[in-house]
């Protein structure tokens, strides 16, 4: 399999334009999990699915973030309108079970 | 309080040497525990989970938790070059909430 996979790898945006990172989990994984970090902050945890249904999304920052998971194959993140403070790593993981998680190789956003 | 804590380092061992990471939590109801290792731009990868008291062993890396303690480490016996990274600790807190410490960063020189 060829792991989690993330797209694009790399965002410059300016601030106020909305983003939107990809997600494809790994087949067959029934939960998928969208994380944020930063030097300040570390890893957070932001919103997870099981079965493409949104179960926890306590660690959104605000409205202005978003997530989807149409379908078993694919979700996305997006941020609408983006501002600086905003830019960080974002990892998407998948896992058979919650408490195993394989990381993605991260979207690099920055916000200018 | 941070739910989880690991003293952010670096730490720096000899190649051969034991590295000893540690990490404490605060949620007494905490019933997993995971270890991650991240390198330099890349993205953390699970390398060690431990749900009892008491060692788990997995090659050169050993887990430890004390949950009376609160307080789970892992041993890396025989460092090598290569295990320089950061050190991630996470705890599921429940409901699939997974917390994560902010890491240790290990060097292990040659």
């Known amino acids: 399999d060829a792991g989690v996979i993330q797209s694009p790898r790399h965002e410059v945006t300016e601030m106020g334009q909305e983003v939107t990172l990809r997600c494809k989990p790994i087949?067959?994984?029934?939960?998928l999990f969208w994380y944020r970090q930063t030097m300040m902050r570390g890893l957070e945890l932001l919103i997870y699915f099981n079965n493409n249904v949104p179960i926890d999304d306590s660690g959104m920052p605000e409205d202005r973030f978003s997530a989807k998971m149409p379908n078993a194959s694919f979700s996305t993140l997006k941020i609408q309108p983006s501002e600086p403070r905003d830019s960080a790593v974002y990892f998407c993981?998948?896992?058979?079970?919650?408490?195993?998680?394989?990381f993605g190789p991260g979207t690099r956003l920055t916000v200018l | 309080q941070k739910e989880v804590e690991q003293n952010s380092g670096p730490l720096s061992v000899p190649e051969g040497a034991i590295a000893s990471l540690n990490c404490t939590y605060s949620d007494r109801g905490s019933q997993s525990f995971f270890w991650y290792r991240q390198y330099s731009g890349k993205s953390p990868e699970l390398i060690m989970f431990?749900?009892?008291?008491g060692d788990k062993e997995d090659g050169r890396f050993t887990a430890q938790l004390n949950k009376a303690s609160q307080y789970v480490s892992l041993l890396i016996r025989d460092s090598q070059p290569s295990d320089s990274a950061t050190y991630l600790c996470a705890v599921n807190v429940g409901d699939n909430d997974m917390r994560f410490g902010a890491g240790t960063r290990l060097t292990v020189k040659p």
């Open positions: 431990i749900y009892s008291n």
């Open positions: 993981a998948s896992g058979p079970w919650a408490d195993t998680q394989y």
């Open positions: 087949s067959g994984h029934d939960y």
